[in-house]
């Protein structure tokens, strides 16, 4: 393979990959202001655009890494299964009157993986539509970004519903448990939850390889 394509192929997950992870961030961003924190705001992270939220390392450095590793490159199949933007900051006694901490720390967590949902459905629509009315203006290139658009936020989106510290699912799962379970659920994520990370790290790429195939046929199924 070609080092142009091995660049094209990357660049294929990658932008996709940069713009779910801002998605994602500017909902915590969002919905945190909404409920009277301004915290993000005031950082300057209540904006969709990429500086203000991406980590060289975690956005960029560590995705391709994977990429590579997992041999995905080579195979077009499987997404890059972990990477992460710089936590959007919120305060959660800043919330406005009425919004109790666990209720309003359940809105801020849930508001990225709905988010990167919301994202996935209007890029699959977007697919359809225009590969069904327009697709010589489209082109290969552009069909394939709408695609990796739509697997990057459904597997983010899916990620990070997982329980495991610092992810959105184990936000909002103490946030609805009893105080008793909630605090015993932090233990064992603060215990455990680094040996799960590393799992869900090089696990989750192959686990992924069969449904995103069948996402991909359905799709190119409906946009015909």
């Known amino acids: 393979m070609k080092l142009g394509d091995v660049s094209m192929q990357a660049l294929m997950w990658v932008i996709p990959l940069i713009l779910a992870l801002c998605v994602h961030e500017y909902a915590h961003a969002l919905v945190a202001s909404r409920l009277g924190d301004r915290t993000a705001a005031l950082a300057g992270r209540l904006s969709l655009n990429p500086l203000v939220h991406l980590d060289p390392f975690g956005s960029l450095m560590l995705p391709f890494m994977l990429l590579l590793f997992n041999g995905a490159l080579g195979q ?3 997404p890059p299964f ?3 933007a710089r936590p959007t900051p919120v305060q959660a006694r800043n919330f406005v009157r009425g919004i109790s901490v666990r209720r309003g720390s ?10 990167n949902l919301l994202f996935a459905a209007l890029c699959a629509a977007l697919f359809i539509a225009l590969l069904r009315g327009l697709p010589e203006r489209v082109g290969p290139a552009g069909a394939l970004l709408l695609l990796r658009l739509v697997e990057i936020n459904l597997c983010i989106a899916g990620f990070n519903l997982l329980p495991l510290r610092p992810l959105d699912g184990l936000t909002m799962l103490t946030a609805v448990l009893p105080t008793r379970a909630s ?3 932090e233990a064992l994520s603060a215990r455990f939850g680094l040996l799960g990370m590393l799992a869900a790290m090089f696990f989750a790429g192959p686990l992924l390889l069969e449904p ?3 996402l991909d ?7 015909q």
């Open 82 to 84: 972990f990477a992460y």
């Open 106 to 115: 359940f809105y801020v967590a849930a508001a990225g993986p709905a988010a």
């Open 183 to 185: 605090l015993r659920l």
């Open 217 to 223: 046929h359905m799709l190119l199924q409906l946009a």
């Open 212 to 214: 995103v195939s069948r």
């Open 76 to 78: 077009g199949m499987v």
